[in-house]
């Protein structure tokens, strides 16, 4: 099966075609980070204009880059859920308009599983798993027994960690997109020129969440308070000692996870699974199995969309024209925490 992955719930246009939910035949990413950079920050309805203008030639890309016609595809998957709304309405109006002439079946996929799921387009991945999702919009720790099945096990109570990077990187004016230019700068930085607060969430109910409010204000408001006096306040060292502490932070909670289920095989998804200390540190564990996606399939893409979405269309778990495009992803709203 041939199936067009459709991806635009936030500032990435982009389009795919995968057989099988495993190989991927073309993967079109169209950024808009040259669009939004003047304001630091992706701003929605310059995002949904954009993938208005750029969503059919996006498609058409991708089915000349995987060298098959229209007539070909055996059904469409789009990203319905969460994200900006509208800007899902872009891609899910197309997916349904374009499924609709060619009378094949299309299905809404939730943006955050997908992420999950584009490690398992590199690589043959077992269940169960400790999954974590890191990206701007969310930070979730959850067992995996499937690729439709997460038990949420923790999130964060404010602010996901992308976003922290982001709020972090437009207040000091490092670069845009934040995380990336937070990652860069780091590598020339003191990750000891401040030490920064962890956060103090209650052990029995929080076990397993994050927290990023505390750490973004003393990062803002607080800098000299947490400066070790021999280090400079260069933006190096800002980012390097910032980026420490908030993949720690996470690592902290994924390491609790990870001894209470004594599941010892890892995947991490999202936008934020691109950041070298993260890779790095994860990987030296020699006690784990890690599995990260290649950097091209971290941030948003139509092909792990395709991917997940070929099995429930394997499987005949079509949408119907009704569907809606929704901010929230509906699994973690309905889910009660697994401990
Ligand atoms: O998954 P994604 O493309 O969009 C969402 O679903 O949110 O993730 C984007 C997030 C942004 O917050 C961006 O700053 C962050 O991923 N990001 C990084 C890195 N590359 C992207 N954060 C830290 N280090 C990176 N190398
Ligand atoms: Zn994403």
Not at 279 to 308: H, Q, W, Y
């Given at each position: ?30 950024s808009q ?21 750029w ?42 308009g ?32 400790i ?24 999130s ?22 934040g ?36 750490l ?42 990870i ?19 993260l ?37 005949s ?23």
């Open positions: 099966m041939k199936i067009l992955g459709i991806e635009t719930s936030c500032d990435e246009c982009s389009a795919s075609v995968v057989e099988e939910g495993k190989h991927i035949l073309s993967n079109i990413i169209a980070t040259e669009i939004h950079k003047p304001y630091r920050g992706v701003v929605p309805e310059l995002a949904s204009r954009k993938h208005t203008e969503i059919v030639g996006v498609v058409q890309e991708a089915l000349q880059k995987a060298g098959i016609s229209k007539q070909e595809l055996d059904g469409i998957a789009v990203t319905n859920e969460p994200g900006l709304v509208g800007s899902l309405i872009v891609g899910l109006s197309f997916a349904k374009y499924a609709f002439s060619l009378g094949i079946p299309f299905v809404g996929v939730d943006h955050v599983k997908a992420h999950l799921y584009a490690p398992h387009l590199e690589y043959d991945i077992e269940y169960p798993y999954g974590l999702i890191i990206s701007g919009g969310h930070t979730l720790i959850g067992k995996v027994e499937n690729y439709d099945q997460i038990s949420i096990m923790g964060t109570i404010d602010d996901a960690c992308g976003e922290a990077f982001d709020k972090v990187a437009s207040f000091y004016n490092l670069g845009y997109p995380g990336v230019a937070i990652d860069r700068l780091s590598k020339k930085g003191n990750q000891r020129a401040f030490d920064f607060p962890f956060p103090s969430l209650h052990k029995g109910v929080h076990r397993y969440d994050v927290s990023y409010s505390g973004k204000t003393a990062v803002v408001n607080q800098l000299d308070k947490f400066r070790n006096k021999q280090y400079e306040k260069t933006p190096e060292n800002i980012a390097a000692s910032f980026q420490k502490a908030a993949i720690e932070i996470v690592l902290s909670r994924l390491k609790l996870a001894e209470d289920t004594g599941i010892r095989r890892v995947v991490v998804g999202g936008g934020v699974a691109a950041n070298s200390y890779r790095e540190t994860l990987k030296s564990n020699r006690d784990l199995e890690v599995i990260f996606p290649s950097l091209p399939l971290c941030t948003d893409n139509g092909a792990m969309v395709a991917g997940l979405g070929y099995h429930y269309l394997a499987e778990r079509f949408s119907d024209l009704g569907l809606n495009a929704y901010p929230r992803a509906s699994f973690i709203s309905q889910s009660t925490i697994a401990t």
